[in-house]
């Protein structure tokens, strides 16, 4: 599994319960200005600011929301990865090698 | 040596350096000149070409910088928790109600309507770029700029929010509640802000939150006449008891 690392100038906020990345002036034309995201994305998130790797990361979403299904688990961080892929606002940070998910 | 003027939002100075000189009349009564070196902004010669480029040819060059410097004025106000924001601002029953949309979409037209269908009820407070103010015990409140807008109506007033009206034009009167996930993306560009750095967007977050977790919003659907106007009026009346916007 490649490694992804929150893109600088992204900032995750929280506006009245709702959670939302805001990108700096820096990014735009690359990333959208603002993007709403469930509570789930939020947890993400901040795992992958404070540099966690596939593994852990399934592990925080194992414990935080119970879910023993690792397919479950797999498929949640994906399309989590993929979305946030797909609107730049993750950078790479290299290659995994070795990992149980890759 | 330069001369250093200043200015007074919400309660904090903020000192300028102008490059020309007459740029200083379009502040009217809020400068006054001030001992010393320091100052907090100064527009550079390209940073006014590039605002004077996208202005109506007509535009003067002291116009130009008199309108880029909302934006610094506005980012430095962000250390202490106040922003400008794009609304006329008034006064109703003790409490500042904003009329918040795009440029062009009838905010002063209802201010206007509201004024010759109930003489002497409300007061200008901004025109264009009222100050809006995150205090300690999280209530907002609304201050007059100089930023007045074309009609160039304020006053030197301050009160707290009441509520927010956005402002949209349309085929038909219709107002109601604005819910939190409608209100964000319309209100982020209502907020004058760079975004350059986090904290600033933090910044504007929190004078967001604070807007619309205590404050009661609206989306007035409207077509610009008297009725669309009372309509907006009765049901803030209704909804908020008329003298206390909070919820």
Redesign the interface.
């Known amino acids: 599994m490649e490694r992804y690392k929150t893109r600088a100038g992204v900032v995750l906020t929280c506006v009245c319960g709702e959670w939302l990345l805001v990108s700096a002036a820096a990014l735009r034309g690359l990333c959208p200005f603002v993007t709403v995201i469930n509570e789930s994305s939020a947890f993400l998130w901040k795992r992958l600011q404070s540099g966690t790797d596939a593994e852990e990361l399934e592990r925080a979403v194992r414990e935080e929301y119970e879910i023993e299904d690792p397919e479950t688990v797999r498929s949640v961080i994906v399309a989590f990865l993929q979305q946030m892929r797909e609107m730049n606002y993750l950078e790479e940070a290299g290659k995994e090698t070795g990992k149980a998910n890759d | 040596m330069e001369k250093i003027y200043q200015a007074e939002y919400a309660g904090h100075p903020v000192r300028y350096v102008f490059l020309n000189p007459f740029t200083r009349q379009h502040f009217k009564f809020w400068l006054k000149p001030v001992e010393g070196e320091e100052y907090d902004i100064k527009a550079t010669p390209e940073q006014v070409a590039r605002t004077l480029a996208h202005m109506p040819e007509t535009n003067p060059e002291y116009y130009a910088e008199y309108k880029f410097l909302i934006l610094p004025t506005s980012d430095y106000l962000l250390r202490y928790r106040c922003c400008l924001f794009h609304a006329v601002a008034f006064l109703w029953r003790g409490r500042a109600w904003l009329l918040t949309a795009p440029s062009g979409t009838g905010k002063t037209t209802q201010f206007l309507n509201w004024r010759k269908l109930h003489p002497g009820e409300i007061t200008m407070i901004c025109g264009d770029l009222p100050v809006l103010e995150l205090r300690d015990d999280g209530s907002v409140w609304v201050h007059s700029s100089n930023w007045n807008g074309k009609e160039g109506v304020g006053s030197f007033q301050s009160a707290p929010l009441g509520g927010t009206i956005l402002l949209e034009q349309g085929g038909v009167n219709r107002i109601g509640r604005l819910n939190?996930?409608e209100a964000?993306?319309a209100l982020?560009g209502q907020f004058i802000s760079?975004?350059?750095?986090?904290d600033q967007?933090?910044a504007v977050?929190a004078l967001?939150?604070g807007m619309?977790?205590r404050y009661p919003a609206w989306k007035l659907v409207n077509l610009g006449d008297d009725a669309s106007t009372e309509l907006m009026r009765s049901v803030i009346a209704e909804e908020t008891g008329g003298n206390d916007g909070t919820v």
Do not use: N
């Open positions: 939190v996930s964000i993306p982020f760079e975004y350059e750095t986090e967007i933090r977050c967001m939150d619309l977790s």
